[in-house]
């Protein structure tokens, strides 16, 4: 099952996506809850509900829809650093013992097709194309065996960062640097465990359609079931967290010369089973805001 959030006709709501074409489960299961946190909050039953409609007739073709982030404001969305061995290495540091945790705010999440802003404070905008994982069951204490059953779904995810904040600042700053809005592009489907493997999967980043990263998933140091063990060791993960799970090698702030993001270029993340997202980068418009 591939659950989004969609608008049409200046209405949000969730549905399944059906190839080129939507199914609108406000249509199809009009007893189910019509955003997706509300739906993953609502447990295995909404779940099954839903799924139940994944053949149905489709009411729209993706043209007639915008496709929004899957969960507009997620709870949390974690991320890993450093969690495929190249990337460590490129980055000239040890691979890590332990996950490396890091938060990027809940106000970064973007759409799969919306802009990227670029900010006047950075000349070193930058990509890491990522498996995204979406928690489904409020959960504590998890055994990676059992990691696998607070799974809502995958997607895909660009966890973009200001390096400058990230690095370069005394002392660094993770949180800044990781959590500038539209800064976290996700989507365009939460697709359901059952659908793919998340630890075979093909990964691949373009910028203005040359390739920057390629890898499989099988390459992560840390999988997610070991990191979500680890994260919920310490703090309870509820339905709609989002989790990054790393970017492979190929980032432009290591490559020689650097290569990051400039104002009109475009980026494509596509992992195989999840689709793809493609965000083109705008210079940043006037944000302000005083309410």
Excluded at 210 to 233: A, K, M, P
Aim: glycine share 6%; hydrophobic share 40%; aromatic share 6%.
């Amino acid at each position: 099952m591939k659950l989004i959030t969609f608008t049409e006709a200046s209405r949000t709501r969730i549905g399944l996506l059906q190839d080129h074409h939507v199914v609108d489960l406000s249509q199809a299961a009009p007893s189910l809850p019509q955003d997706m946190l509300s739906l993953l909050q609502a447990g295995d039953a909404a779940m099954q509900e839903a799924a139940k409609h994944t053949s149905a007739t489709a009411h729209f073709s993706i043209p007639d829809v915008v496709i929004e982030a899957p969960i507009e404001r997620p709870p949390k969305i974690l991320a890993i650093g450093l969690n495929y061995r190249a990337h460590a290495e490129e980055s000239n540091m040890d691979i890590p013992k332990q996950p490396v945790v890091f938060t990027k705010q809940a106000t970064s999440a973007n759409g799969p097709y919306a802009p990227i802003h670029s900010p006047n404070e950075t000349n070193m905008l930058d990509y890491e194309g990522e498996l995204g994982v979406v928690i489904g069951k409020r959960c504590r204490r998890v055994s990676k065996a059992d990691a696998s059953k607070v799974i809502a779904g995958f997607c895909v995810l660009n966890d973009v960062s200001v390096r400058e904040w990230q690095f370069l600042a005394t002392p660094p700053q993770f949180t800044m640097g990781k959590s500038w809005d539209t800064h976290n592009p996700f989507g365009p489907a939460i697709v359901t465990p059952d659908e793919v493997d998340p630890h075979n999967l093909m990964l691949r980043t373009f910028v203005n359609g040359e390739l920057r990263q390629e890898t499989n998933t099988d390459d992560l140091i840390f999988d997610c079931y070991d990191i979500i063990e680890f994260l919920s060791t310490a703090f309870t993960l509820e339905p709609g967290d989002v989790i990054a799970t790393g970017t492979p090698s190929g980032v432009g702030a290591a490559m020689q010369p650097q290569a990051t993001l400039q104002v009109g270029d475009t980026v494509r993340v596509e992992i195989e089973g999840l689709g793809f997202i493609e965000n083109e980068v705008i210079t940043e418009p006037d944000t302000a805001i005083i309410r």
